[in-house]
């Protein structure tokens, strides 16, 4: 066994004949457990939050979505149809609209999206799963499908045929006046059912078909917004660059996480000033470990001349505290990571925290997210070590 590790792990593992020091070391340990323990939560639970958004965005959002780059609309024509449904990935597409509107239910006002759409869309985003009172829109009458939110800021029921929900929208090119008929589109459309995702995609679409929506906007049968595009897991990030590449520079192809670029800029920008943070905690821990390292080697000074006198090297000694400091990071590492393991695999079974009554709080392992507290820890502990024996010199051990 190497010299230096044998008397690093004799040092490590065998207490002091100075109760202080044993006290110190204690504590330097318990704060590399704290860190770690933190640290790996911290993380974990920007991964759990990310991956329970990421549940949402799944079944509000397409996989792929083409949108013209010039102008808010294009025209869906059979060349593009070939285009699409000749790429391999693509399992299913929609076509459809968005547009910013005006909605009155029996005297009650709101504005919010309307968006069109057409047979296909449950195929592309499983909205229909969503419902949570009434049913998916028909597309053989003047039908809607609104949010949780905006039904109850209407007051809104379904399948009530006495009171249809009226949409406005501006005529393009026409003065204000104040005459709705004069200045604003308007459709009737009968609620036929609720959704539920979260609050804000609860207060912000309505659902109708989508030549009902072209009618409302004074658009062509074959003019839309954009084309939803559902692909095979394995197969989204080629079919973006098939799409690309043969629909050139008029249409913009964008993938689910390009759609909530945002959200995703927001979350990593969080995950990364939590792990400063707590990266910044655990330097203070680790000055711990410096004068645990420090004390010990005042404690072991007359057994350092001896090991001096019987051969060891200024090196070799240095060597001895180095691997003792990191050891003892080693050591809280290990049980800290632990400890954090255990209380999220615990926090998964048994769903302790909450965010509502339904709804555990979400906490996800991940290997990066391990290896990253391992990482950086076992970096501050070397840099730690080193920090203290540099104290030892020729002269303190002859």
Request: glycine content about 6%.
């Amino acid at each position: 066994m190497n010299f230096s590790l044998y008397i690093a792990k004799r040092y490590l593992f065998s207490k002091s004949s100075n109760n202080a020091i044993n006290i110190i070391s204690s504590i330097a340990t318990l704060g590399v457990i704290g860190g770690s323990l933190a640290l790996l939560l911290v993380l974990s639970v920007f991964s759990g939050l990310k991956s329970f958004s990421g549940q949402f965005l799944k079944a509000t959002d397409p996989d792929i979505r083409i949108e013209a780059v010039h102008g808010k609309s294009f025209f869906y024509t059979d060349s593009l149809a070939k285009i699409i449904e000749g790429t391999t990935a693509v399992l299913a597409h929609s076509k459809t609209i968005e547009e910013r509107a005006y909605f009155n239910y029996n005297k009650k006002e709101l504005i919010a999206y309307v968006k069109g759409v057409d047979s296909n869309y449950t195929q592309v985003v499983k909205m229909d799963t969503l419902i949570y009172m009434g049913h998916w829109i028909s597309f053989d009458q003047q039908s809607a499908v609104v949010g949780n939110g905006i039904a109850r800021k209407l007051s809104l029921g379904i399948l009530n045929y006495g009171e249809p929900l009226q949409i406005y929208v501006p005529k393009p090119g026409k003065k204000y006046s104040t005459l709705l008929k004069n200045t604003f589109n308007r459709i009737h459309a009968q609620p036929l059912g609720v959704y539920s995702i979260s609050q804000e995609f609860d207060n912000k679409y309505v659902y109708i078909p989508l030549d009902l929506c072209q009618e409302l906007l004074n658009y062509q049968s074959n003019q839309i917004r954009s084309i939803d595009l559902k692909t095979t897991k394995e197969g989204t990030a080629q079919a973006i660059a098939s799409l690309k590449k043969a629909l050139g520079d008029r249409f913009k192809v964008s993938s689910q996480e390009e759609l909530n670029a945002v959200f995703y800029k927001i979350l990593n920008t969080e995950k990364l000033v939590a792990y400063l943070i707590f990266t910044l905690v655990l330097v203070l821990a680790v000055f711990n470990v410096i004068g645990s390292i420090i004390m010990m080697i005042l404690d072991k000074k007359r057994n350092l001349k001896t090991l001096y006198n019987l051969g060891a090297s200024v090196r070799e000694i240095k060597q001895i505290f180095v691997l003792q400091g990191f050891l003892m990071t080693l050591l809280g590492l290990v049980i800290g990571t632990s400890l954090g393991m255990l209380l999220i695999a615990l926090q998964n079974k048994f769903q302790w925290f909450m965010i509502t009554e339904t709804i555990a709080y979400p906490i996800e392992l991940k290997g990066p997210n391990l290896l990253l507290v391992w990482g950086t820890i076992s970096v501050l502990g070397y840099a730690a070590a080193k920090i203290a024996s540099s104290r030892i010199s020729k002269a303190l051990v002859v």
